[in-house]
Structures are given as C-alpha cells and as structure tokens.
C-alpha cells in the first residue's frame, strides 16, 4: 500500500465535452423520434464519478494536481498536424443540422470537445510530471474524453487524442525513462496505444480486454510488436463472462510475472471499468471489489519495482450506476484507503455470480495467453 499522497487530475473543461443524446429512430423509409437517452459516453457519468470521489471524502485526502491544454508538438509526437487541425476545425464549425460534427462515426463532438481533449492530453502529463517529480507518489486523472482508440489521423471509440500514448511520451522524452509499462484494463482493445508502441521495446504495453469486441480483431495473441518492438505488445484477449477469478488470475499469471521482468520505472494504467457485470457495452462481469483487488494488485507491484510511481487514467465505463463504485474501488488502494463502500449489488445474485465464476473457456484462455507470451518472456 502506498503510505504518500496520491494526485487528483480533474478539470471542469473535461465536461465541455458534451456527446449528446440520440432520439432518432431510423427506418427503411423516414423516421420517428423517442424521449432523448444520453450517448453512452454521457457527461454526467464522469461527473457522477467526480461526485463519488467528492462525497465519499477521496477528493479532500488528495492532492491537485494543476492541468494544462497539450501543444501541438507534444500531440505531433504521435498524431499527425492534420488531424489535430481538423478537430479544431470541426468543433469550431458549430451545429451542423442541429447536430455536432462527428469526427467519427461514435465519436461526437461539442464546441468545447477540442479543449477538452487538448486538456485531457496535458492532464495524463501533469500527472506523469506530478509523480515523476516526487509531488505526489501515485496519481488518479479522472480524464474526459479517453483516448485509448485514439489514432494517428482519426478519432475512434469516443476517443480523440491518445492520453496514455502522451502521459508515456512525456515519461519518456521529458523524464528520459527508457522502460514504461501500460497496463490497459479497459475491457476494449487500446488499439490507439498499441499502434503507438508497437515497434517501441521502451514503452512495454498489456492490454486485458473482451476478445475480438472492439475494435474488431484488434488485441489478438499474434499482435506482440514489430522490430526492436517484438514482444513489447503483450495481449490478452479473454472470453464474455470471464469475471473476478479470471481477471484476478491474468494479474497474477501474465500481467505480473511479465512486469517483474521488465521492471518498469513507471507504471501507467488505462482503467476504464467497462469489464464490470453492469455495462452495456461488454459481458465481462468483474465486479467492485474485482477492480479493487486489480488495482491493489499494480500499487504493490510499482511499489516493489518503481517507488510507487503509478499514474491511472480514466478510460471507459458505460454503466451510469456502477462504474462510479468500481471507480472508486480502483482509486482507493492508490492512497491505501477504504472507506467501506458497501457495493450497490452487495447479496445480488448477479454479484455472486460475477465473483465465482470461472470457466473452462476462462481457463483455456489464460493458459493460451500464457503459452504464447512464453515465447518472449520466461513466465
Ligand atoms: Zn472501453
């Protein structure tokens, strides 16, 4: 457990980034409108997990750490000038036929989308600055939008800008780290990252994810990098339904052993808490205490190889009611609390269920996973 100060990123500019809402029904031949329902991605599911942190009394036990917007060289690193250029554009258009401008397909966008995303980018580097600089000994960015699907010259998977990709850069080229571990728990495949890093052995990326979800055939065994980068993309595609067990047992079998090797000086985590038993978005059931055991899983671990530095960025987490708990639960080990929040399921059976499972399809998984990454890494 750490016994320093654990970093709080937020910034109310975040929740400029407004996805909207969907009321249109489409048919083969005109269409017809509903009540408006939040895009998955809504506004006030992080402002709800702001709220948790808030009202639970994590936000007084933790420090501020100052944001700032990232400039476009520190973006140039990974994406290309025309496409930073072009969100800017967009989002200075103004409402298109009553609607945003989507970068994407899923990935819409407000007037206050690009600050928020150049904001969200300089957070993910604040926090690595933060710890890197002994102000803070780990850190939590509660970061809107996420940017794990974020690639090169396109937004992807309501992600604009790569914060992981930047947070490892500035560790990097600012700290002069030459081994950086990601571990990206978010139940979609980080693909942003992965295409970051993939010929780069000094920033080891593992990704634990719903295999072939989104986006498709991403986060196969196969992808382990190219070049001198072989073997630094480390992935774990696990089946719908894998659960606590499941989870637990990647940490303890891959994640770990694969981290003790390559003894990172800094640990970054893309947590989104999409992989929990209530998203609509995944059928993964890991529940709150599954995200808090994973957390204080990785605390333990930068503790014994990295004094600690651990920075956490907000990724996914689509469930309204329960992402903010699982949250939360993840958040806490960073400062060795727990306030014993009671889980908003506690005695469900569908609680119980995410907590036991284990399947054999679980099971055939790991072991895969664990066979392939023999091949680079002793484990
Ligand atoms: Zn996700």
Redo the contacts with the bound molecule.
Sequence with gaps: MSDGTTGLVFDERYLGHDTGVEATVSMRDGSFTLPPEPHPSALFITQRIKHFLDGSGLTGQMHPIPVRAATEVELAQYHTREYIAGIKTLTEGGPMHGSWGAAELDTPLSKGSFEAALYAAGGAMNAVSAVMEGTVRNAYALLRPPGHHAMKNRAMGYCIFGNAVMAAHHARKVYGLDRVLIVDW???HGNGTQDAFFQDPNVLFISLHQHNWYPKLSGELEQVGSGQGAGYTVNIPLPAGTGDRGYIAAFEQIVLPIGYLYQPQLVIISA?Q?ASWLDP?AQMLVSMDGFRQMSEMMVKFAEEVCAGRLVMLQ??GYSAPYTPYCTVAAVEPLMGADLGIIDLYAGSSELDRSQTIFTGETREALYAARRWHNGWWKI
């Design positions: 978010d139940v979609h989104g999409d978005l990724e996914g």
